[in-house]
Each structure stands twice: as C-alpha cells, then as structure tokens.
C-alpha cells in the first residue's frame, strides 16, 4: 500500500503534519506534486483531483491523500484516518476521538499563526497588509500564543497514560504535530515563542523527544525536508515578533 | 441519556451546530449555561470544566459536550461523536470521514466569516478594526464566499447517493450545518450572499428542506432558538456587505 500525499511543492505547509506521521512510521508513500509531469505527477496532477467532474468526493484544498479508491482531505481528517493504521494513535475510539481533538485544536492554532502576517487576505501580499498584521500579531503574542501554548502544557500534565506525550503510554501523530508547531513558532517568533515556553517545559521536552526520534532525524536529514521559509505557515518578520 | 451541551450564552455560535442535531434527531439535552447557576449551571458550571485541575481531558473552548463520564470538545468532532448516535451519518467509516471533512470545511468557513468582521483580533471591538474587516470584509464577498459555495454546490451535485443533502441518500448533520451557514449568511450578507447563492440551486433547495423538515421547524418556533444578532459570529453590518 503506497499512499499518495497531495500538496504544494516548496513549502512545509499543512503537507508536513500527514509527512511527519508517515516518515515516523515509515510508511511508503509519494508526494505526488514532486514527481514530473511527464510521469503524471505535478501540480496538474494535484489540480485534476480537484476540480476534475469524476470526483465523486473532492478536497477543498490540499492537502489530500489518495489510498486505493479513497482520497481523504483536511489534515486532521487524513490523520484521523491514519493514526490506526500507522500505529500513531490510540486503539480506543475515546482515545481516537481525543487525539483528534487535540488535533483540530492545533488546526485552530494554526490559522491564527497563519493570520499574523496575512491578517485581510491570503490573495495580498505581505507588504499590503503591513499594520493590520502589526496590530493581530501584538494580539496573538500577547493573547493567543500564551493562551494555546498553556492549554497544550496543561494536556501533557494531565495525561495519565504515562506517557511523555499528550495521549497514553506512546508518542502519538498529535505530538509530531505539536513538536513541528514548536519549531515553527522558534522560526517565525525567536523571542515571543523563547519567552513563552520558558514556563513550558513539558513542550519543550515533547519537541526535543519527537525531533530525536530516528525516522524523524531521518527524514530532517533527507532532501524531503523543506527548509522553513517565508512563503510558508510559519513567516520571521521581526517586526511582527515584538 | 441526557446529552449536555456547554456554551455561551446569548449567542447562536458554534454551539448551534451541535444544537440542530440534537433537536433534528429528538435528542435529550441540557444547555447547561442556561441552568440557573444554584441549580449548577451557568457560565460557572461551564468555566469549572474549562479550569478545574481535575478534568483530564479539558476543551480548549465551548462548545463541549458532557455525556457519562466522557467530555468532548471542538463542534465537528462532537458532531462526528453523535453522528452515528443520533442516527444523521452513514453506517460506513468511509462515509463517516467524508461527512466529517466536509463538517471541517464548514468549520473553516465560519472562521472566515467570523473574521470579516474581527480580522485584527477577537479582543478588540469591531470598531477598533473597521478599516481592517472592510478590506477583508471585500476579499471575502469577491474570492472565498464564492469558493465556499461553488464547493458545497459542487458537492450536493456529485453526490451519488441519490439524497437531497450531501452524503447518501438521507440527511446528515453536516446538511442541518450547511443551512444554518446560509441563513447567518443570508443575515450577515443579505445582497452579496443573495448573488452568491443566486447560480447555486442545490444550496438554496438545501437550505429550505432543512428549515421545513418537523423538529427543526419546532426548534425555531421555540424559545431555545436565539435570532441571529450582532454579538455573534454572523453579523449584519452594511458596510462590510459591498
């Protein structure tokens, strides 16, 4: 079984949460926008599952992913769906329910990060949207970054699996998720992410262990890792950092 | 088994996503933010469950639902929770997971619409970002509320279940979701949400066969259903609708 990840080339994105969870399993698959065209990948490839008339069950957006007749969209419903079989996920629907829950938590998290630097709109440039981003930037460091940062600490406190993670006795895909927002809020906020993890300690232990974990040290080390950059979820414009 | 539901009060918000379900299925709820609070309900009720140390699982945010000994947050992973108890999603995994996507994209869309008019920041007053949500206010009318609609269309036309709703051949809870959507809109943005849904046939009839289906037509007669109003996610400011 080769699943087939759709998404944008040349950023980490919302592509990255389902990459994590496959590579930490070590499960095979292709990032079909990356192979050539003339071998049926591309981003044509991508734009055909979505607009093409046959598809009964289309994405909104990417990223997708496509198993035998299935294609799944909406990250944390492509990782609902993998969490049991790539092992990165509870047994119990509880257990299930709650890991995807924590997910969707960070699907939240993740637009307002997202709309610090494109506060009016996703089809303006950076540039021209300059003082609205000032002013929700100043908002999300003051308010919501603490206030996401605390509740996730909370979690790990509170699990009573025993496990270093945030469900059960075992890493599970919510954690590698939660360790690549770490690491993007280091790139895009150095000081307001450095200062606000100072009193989380339990997040910052979980980052070093998901980023010390073999698959995943194999694959930072691969050419399938992109680089954090500035076209991408996580932006550094120090002027937004405070 | 009496389902109950937490959240704030005043306000339609999330919480009527889980609401029309419950009621569209005769389910046994309590609002507990309306509970007189020395009965034990109340906005205390709601924050105790929000806060206390002895909540494993806490919510980020109402709305959550209590039920038993289990606590369940996020308004799409609730509604995938009652889906199959309340009898308004398919028997299927696989259908399960596309009724849950599509619920996701909906979720995504109300942040969208929400933010037309708070695009700076949830903490400040409407109009301390006025010239803000004007712009994304116009980004909104002229590129994603199309997209959203064009999508949802899109959806209702393909499916090959044969129903009038988006899955299957019967109602689901994203069907009762999607027409809640497009009465806030109507309210919200009566001219640009008119000309949005005028090429949008499916949608409309959608819409209408919800409202007329018996125990919502009940719902909306009784005194549990708020108006719309402009505490709320769908506001109605003329400036904001071109």
Not at 147 to 159: A, G, P, Q, S
Not at 179 to 190: N, R, S
């Amino acid at each position: 079984m080769v699943y087939e990840l759709y998404y944008w080339p040349g950023i980490q994105g919302r592509g990255e949460y389902v990459r994590l969870a496959l590579e930490d399993a070590g499960a095979a698959y292709v990032d079909v926008a990356l192979v050539p065209e003339d071998k049926g990948g591309g981003v044509p490839a991508m734009e055909r599952l979505l607009t093409d008339t046959g598809v009964e069950r289309p994405a909104f957006a990417p990223p997708f992913l496509r198993t035998g007749r299935r294609l799944i969209g909406q990250t944390a419903n492509i990782l609902l769906f993998l969490g049991g079989r790539l092992d990165l996920a509870p047994r119990d629907w509880p257990g299930r329910l709650w890991t995807h829950q924590l997910q969707l938590t960070i699907s939240d998290f993740l637009v307002e990060i997202h709309d610090t630097h494109h506060p009016v709109s996703a089809n303006l440039y950076y540039e021209q949207q300059k003082l609205a981003a000032r002013r929700r930037a100043k908002d999300f460091r003051d308010n919501r970054l603490p206030k996401f940062l605390e509740y996730f600490e909370r979690v790990l406190t509170r699990n009573s699996g025993g496990g270093p993670g945030m469900v059960g006795k075992r890493i599970s895909y919510v954690d590698l998720s939660m360790a690549q927002v770490i690491a993007g809020l280091h790139y895009a906020f150095p000081v307001a992410s450095r200062k606000a993890l100072r009193t989380r300690p339990r997040l910052r232990a979980l980052h070093d262990l998901v980023f010390a974990r073999p698959h995943i040290r194999r694959y930072l080390a691969s050419n399938r890792r992109l680089a954090f950059n500035n076209d991408d979820i996580f932006r550094h414009y120090p002027e937004l950092d405070g």
